[in-house]
């Protein structure tokens, strides 16, 4: 990935985007399917033994336990035809396709400049072969998003990504709610709100969800009662790592970028997507909530410096911001490698 990052950046940099663009652009998502689609079935991959248990389950018997219909159907109906095996490449190939479709959408052929930031960010990979269900559903949203100025096909796509993990209900809810209001004043003080009431209450609203939804069938109830290895509490850490996106908007993104009717309703959406897990914080494993709002954080930090069309609009703009972005790139994946290989080597 370190070499990938400072290739990309020196081609940038040298005027030969177009071609880096093309040939990466294909190649890398190609390469990141086979390699997270054959991976082994193994503990190290946490919830894959799980799900591939949940498979063997399917194939003898004709049952699913999940709540989430889209994705019973993929398992129950690969199941009864292929292996375990071809059902994790499906599942990567569902993760990884979306993104990719959906960034060319909106990015043309500069789409992999946006990819590359996607990959290298911190929660990437983990949702691809841990949080599958998860995962899978959190990129056909991303892909619902970059076609919401297609109404119909941006609904299709909700539905879709809401069938594959309900949990993804949260940012559909606001990014619906951002076709009406955009003012990214409002959503910062939402946020903000929502943080010094967790601190203030220490989190009590995550106990009394988890005790208002104890009947339901579903371990995320689990998660708010602070049940679990991961007991939860107040993380700065991610605080200050959620703040990110916000920040660079703030200091670093031309003032026309955020202007853009469809930047502004990704930060929107983000803020209070966000200000969600704020709420529940103290939850135990709150990062799943988290990667609510944070599977668009790496689209978010490098929308405003690479090549864009508006919502509506069939223009893109031709020039890569090549320092800010590269910085962006960098700093991001400088953090990724921190909590990866020092901070959390073992999540």
Same mark, same amino acid.
């Given at each position: 990935m370190a070499a990938l990052i400072f290739f990309t950046i020196l081609s940038y940099a040298q005027? %030969?985007?177009?071609?880096?663009?093309?040939?990466?652009?294909?190649?890398?998502?190609?390469?990141?399917?086979?390699?997270?689609?054959?991976?082994?079935?193994?503990?190290?991959?946490?919830?894959m033994t799980t799900y591939a248990q949940s498979f063997e389950v399917a194939a003898q018997r004709g049952i699913v336990y999940y709540t989430d219909w889209v994705f019973n159907i993929l398992m129950l109906g690969l199941s009864q035809i292929t292996t375990v095996e071809v059902f994790f490449f499906v599942c990567a190939a569902i993760y990884i396709i979306p993104i990719s479709v959906g960034l060319r959408k909106r990015h043309g052929d500069s789409a992999f400049a946006a990819l590359l930031a996607t990959i290298t960010s911190f929660s990437f990979f983990v949702y691809g072969v841990n949080g599958i269900r998860n995962g899978m559903a959190t990129s056909i949203l991303l892909?619902?998003?970059?076609? %919401?100025?297609?109404k119909f096909t941006y609904a299709i796509l909700a539905i879709l990504a809401f069938g594959m993990h309900n949990s993804v209900a949260v940012p559909v809810l606001f990014y619906t709610l951002t076709f009406f209001n955009t003012n990214i004043i409002l959503y910062a003080c939402l946020w903000a709100s929502a943080f010094i009431f967790t601190v203030a209450t220490s989190g009590s609203l995550a106990a009394y969800?988890?005790?208002?939804?104890?009947?339901?069938?579903?371990?995320?109830?689990g998660y708010l009662s602070q049940q679990g290895e991961d007991k939860g509490g107040l993380r700065i850490d991610f605080v200050l790592y959620s703040i990110v996106p916000v920040i660079i908007s703030y200091l670093w993104a031309d003032v026309n970028k955020t202007k853009d009717p469809f930047y502004r309703q990704m930060l929107c959406t983000y803020l209070a997507t966000n200000s969600f897990w704020l709420l529940v914080m103290y939850a135990a494993y709150s990062n799943r909530f988290a990667y609510l709002s944070w599977f668009m954080m790496p689209w978010l930090i490098i929308y405003p410096f690479i090549p864009n069309r508006s919502t509506g609009s069939a223009d893109v703009t031709r020039k890569i911001d090549v320092a800010k972005y590269g910085a962006m790139l960098i700093g991001q994946f400088a953090l990724t490698y921190l909590f990866d290989i020092f901070i959390y080597p073992t999540r």
């Open positions: 005027h %030969s985007a177009g071609s880096v663009n093309r040939l990466f652009g294909f190649l890398v998502p190609l390469f990141l399917i086979f390699y997270m689609g054959t991976r082994p079935i193994s503990p190290v991959f946490v919830d892909a619902a998003m970059a076609w %919401s100025d297609r969800l988890g005790g208002l939804l104890s009947s339901a069938e579903d371990n995320r109830v």
